[in-house]
C-alpha cells in the first residue's frame, strides 16, 4: 500500500511539473504576440504615411506643371514684350564683301533664339542686304549668303526651319543713301520681318 501511495505520489509530482513546465512557453508566447502586433501595426502606418507622401509629392508636381504649362501658354497668347520685339527686330551687320557672322551678330541672333523659342507662332522672314558697291547679280547672292547664315545660325540654336524664311534684296533696299563708308557700314546687313499668327509686326 505504501509504496502504491509513494509511487502515485511521485507520479503526480513528475505531472505537475511537466504541466507547469509546459505552460512557460505558452506564456510567454502570449506575451510576445501584443509586442509582435503593434510593431507590425507601426510599420503599416509608415508605409502608409509614405505612400501617402509620395502620392502627395507627384500630385504636386502635377499640378505645378500645369500650372506652369498653362502660364506658358497665357504668355504665349499675350504675345512678345515691346522689348522682345525689339530683339527680335534688331538687325545684324557684316564686313564688307562678307556673309560670315560676328561675334556681336553671333550674340543679338542668340537672344532671337530665346525669343522664337518662347513663342512658337512667331515666324520670321531673314532679309539679306549689301551696300552699293558691286553688281547687281553679285550683291543678289552676297545677301542671300547673309540671310541664309543668320537662318542656318538660328537652326543650330533650336529654331525650327519652317518657321523662317530667307531673301536677298542685293543693293535695292539701303538703309543709308550715302555714298561713303559710314553708309556702307549701315547697309551691309540682315534684317528681320516678324508674322505673328500671318500678320507682320
Known amino acids: 500500500m505504501r509504496k502504491s501511495l509513494i509511487f502515485g505520489i511521485l ?22 504576440k501584443p509586442a509582435v502586433e503593434k510593431q507590425e501595426k507601426g510599420i503599416e502606418k509608415v508605409k502608409k504615411v509614405q505612400e501617402e507622401t509620395a502620392k502627395e509629392t507627384i500630385e504636386g508636381k502635377e499640378l505645378e506643371e500645369k500650372e506652369v504649362k498653362e502660364a506658358e501658354l ?10 522682345e520685339m525689339e530683339i527680335l527686330k534688331k538687325r545684324i551687320h557684316f ?11 553671333r550674340l543679338i541672333l542668340k537672344k532671337k533664339a530665346k525669343v522664337l523659342l518662347k513663342y512658337p507662332n512667331i515666324k520670321v522672314v531673314i532679309e539679306g542686304h549689301c551696300d ?10 552676297l545677301g542671300e549668303r547673309r540671310a541664309k547664315a543668320a537662318y542656318e545660325y538660328l537652326i543650330l540654336l533650336g529654331v525650327d526651319a519652317d518657321r523662317m524664311k530667307i531673301i536677298s534684296y542685293g543693293e535695292e533696299r539701303p ?3 550715302g555714298h561713303n563708308e559710314e553708309a556702307w557700314a549701315k ?12 500678320e507682320e509686326k
Not at 11 to 32: D, H
Request: proline share 4%.
Open 187 to 198: 547697309n551691309r546687313r540682315d534684317e528681320f520681318r516678324i508674322i505673328i499668327d500671318n
Open 175 to 177: 538703309l543709308d543713301p
Open 95 to 105: 564686313a564688307f564683301d562678307s556673309a560670315d557672322l560676328t561675334e556681336d551678330s
Open 74 to 83: 497665357v504668355e504665349e497668347k499675350a504675345g512678345p514684350t515691346e522689348e
Open 11 to 32: 507520479f503526480l509530482a513528475v505531472a505537475l511539473i511537466f504541466v507547469c513546465c509546459a505552460k512557460k512557453p505558452v506564456q510567454k508566447e502570449v506575451q510576445k
Open 132 to 141: 552699293e558697291r558691286g553688281t547687281n547679280e553679285y550683291n543678289l547672292a
